[in-house]
Structure formats: C-alpha cells, structure tokens
C-alpha cells in the first residue's frame, strides 16, 4: 500500500499587486476629471498631459497606520501610477504589511550607516523593497538616507522623515517615454 500525500502551499506574490489594481479605492486606469473635483488637492502638471494630483491621507489607513498623502500620477486621463506616503516611524511595521499581503519582497536593499558605527544594525534595514507583479509592481522606499538610532529618533527631523509605498504600471516608463516623444514631434512640427 502507497501512501501519497499532496501538499499545497498558497504562496502570496506578486499577483496580489495585480488583482488588486492600486490602493484602496484608487484603481489604475481610474479617469482623471472625478479627481478633479476634489476640494483638496494639488495639481503638478510634470509634463504636458501628465497630471500628478496629492490628496491629503485624512482618516485613511493601512492597518493601523495614518497615510500622510498619496500622490496620483496621470498620464492622459488615465490614473498610472500612485505613491503614498508614511512618517518614517511606522518603517517596520509598513514593511511587515506589506510582507503579510504580498509576500517576501522580490529584491531588499538595505540601508548603510556612512559613519561605520552601526554597520551591522544598519545593514538589516531595508531602505528599498521591490514586488513584482505581472502588470503592476509596488516599490517601498524609506527616504531617509541614514541610519538612525533610537536617541536621534526624538529630533523633529526624524518625525517629518516619511517612507513611501509606490504602486506603478510596469508601462509607466514607456507611457512616459511616448509621452516625451509626442511632446518632441509637436515641438518640431511647430518650429516649422
């Protein structure tokens, strides 16, 4: 008698990014004139038909985690690319989210302390983590650039410091790149 045992792993990975299309209620492909109505945001126009818009975080949440603001990037009228951004103190428990939705992170680097004190403490913090889905990737960067220690963690610098979580279409570089073109040709064809 043969005894067969069939185990099944669910491993979470990069296809969490793509069933869930963005963050929250922000969705890729969402259009751009609904946000538009918004009574507080911010409008940077970066390139000619490319629209980035910050919407305050408000009563938003990660788990337990306050949003500070999140950025939505538009190319056209279609939603692209959306950053949200953290204060730095929630780093760890941010990351730790994003391992229990997503998965091990595809790639981590790590943070390096420049004045060789904590070198090893410092290298076990992540400055940036990658997940990779088929069509959307989601990037976690801390945007301080050093390491700092529990002391330095009270000074009103380290407060304003924020971390962010990048969701973005895999196209976001070509959309961008056609973009620019498209800007070059109209250049051009007005020159003449």
């Known amino acids: 008698m043969a005894l067969c045992f069939n185990l099944t792993v669910i491993a979470q990975n990069g296809s969490k990014l793509d069933e869930n299309n963005g963050f929250k209620t ?7 004139k609904p946000y538009l109505n ?3 945001y911010s409008d940077n126009n970066i390139i000619n038909n490319q629209h980035v818009l910050r919407i305050p975080g408000k009563d938003l949440m990660v788990g337990d985690l306050p949003v500070k603001y999140i950025d939505l990037y538009f190319i056209d009228d279609s939603l692209a690319k ?32 420049t004045t060789g004190t ?8 992540p400055k940036d983590c990658y997940w990779h889905g088929h069509n959307i990737n989601l990037t976690y960067s801390d945007l301080s650039n050093k390491y700092y220690n529990n002391n330095q963690k ?9 971390v962010s979580l990048v969701y973005k279409l ?18 051009k064809k007005s020159d003449f």
């Open 170 to 187: 895999n196209s976001y570089e070509s959309l961008i790149d056609v973009k620019k073109e498209e800007i070059k040709e109209v250049q």
């Open 38 to 40: 918004l009574k507080s």
């Open 26 to 32: 922000y969705k890729f492909g969402d259009k751009l």
């Open 154 to 162: 009270d000074s009103p610098i380290y407060k304003k410091l924020t």
């Open 118 to 125: 904590n070198e090893n403490v410092s290298a076990m913090i």
């Open 82 to 113: 959306i950053e949200v951004f953290f204060i730095v103190k929630y780093n760890e428990d941010l990351i730790a989210a994003c391992k229990n939705v997503f998965g091990t992170p595809d790639s981590t680097h790590y943070k390096t302390d």
